[in-house]
Structure formats: structure tokens, C-alpha cells
């Protein structure tokens, strides 16, 4: 059964740093895409970042090009998410999420494992 946990989230000022962990159990993690969603009050469920399994291939929404940064650690089995400048509108509860259907994409429907996130909000 795989498993998946994020941490990291909590309350932050405008323009602070931020990084977001995953750990995920139950799969081979160094042979399969990952993925970090988030879902802002009110909004559908939106793709932020996603990685390939070997990290050299990354991708990112328009929204958080430039300011956020998506790595992994297949010796630990962890996935990151570093985060910076962050702004009001990245208030959200953030998602990992692994086994996509192909490739790793920046579409939600794509993955079938997910964690049950973690919270970030921003404030100004």
C-alpha cells in the first residue's frame, strides 16, 4: 500500500521562504514521477510543480516560475518543495502526489497516490 506525507506547511509573511517535505512509502520512489499540487479556498485542485523520476526533468505553472523550486532525494525517499517570495495567493493546502499515469504532468487527474496535504498561508 503506498503511502504519502507532506510537512512543512504553516503560517507565513508575504515575502518569507518556505519548504514543503514528502515521504512516500510502498513503491519503488526512485522510478516514478511526483508531483506538488495545491488547492486554494474556493479553486479546483491546480498543478504547481512536478519532477521525472531521476530530477532532471522539472516543470513548473506559470504562477510560481522563477520563485518556486522542486527537487527530490531518491536515497531518501523524499520530495521537496522550496518555496520563496511567497505571496497571498499561494495560500492553499499543498498536495504531494506520485504514480502518474505516464509521464509526470502538471494535471491533478494524472496521479493516484496522494497525501492529505499540508496547509500554507500566507499573510500580509
Known amino acids: 500500500q503506498v503511502e504519502v506525507v507532506e510537512s512543512g506547511g504553516g503560517l507565513v509573511q508575504t515575502g518569507s521562504s518556505l519548504r514543503l517535505s514528502c515521504t512516500v512509502s510502498g513503491l519503488r520512489f526512485e522510478l516514478t514521477g511526483m508531483g506538488w499540487f495545491r488547492q486554494r479556498p474556493g479553486k479546483e485542485r491546480e498543478g504547481v510543480s512536478c519532477i521525472n523520476w531521476g530530477g532532471s526533468n522539472t516543470y513548473y505553472a506559470d504562477s510560481v516560475k522563477g520563485r518556486f523550486t522542486i527537487s527530490r532525494d531518491n536515497a531518501k525517499k523524499r520530495l521537496y518543495l522550496e518555496m520563496s517570495d511567497l505571496k497571498s495567493e499561494d495560500t492553499a493546502m499543498y498536495y504531494c502526489?506520485?504514480?502518474?499515469?505516464?509521464?509526470?504532468?502538471?494535471?491533478?487527474?494524472?496521479?493516484?497516490?496522494w497525501g492529505r496535504g499540508t496547509q500554507v498561508t500566507v499573510s500580509s
Open positions: 502526489a506520485t504514480e502518474p499515469a505516464y509521464y509526470p504532468t502538471l494535471n491533478p487527474d494524472e496521479y493516484k497516490s
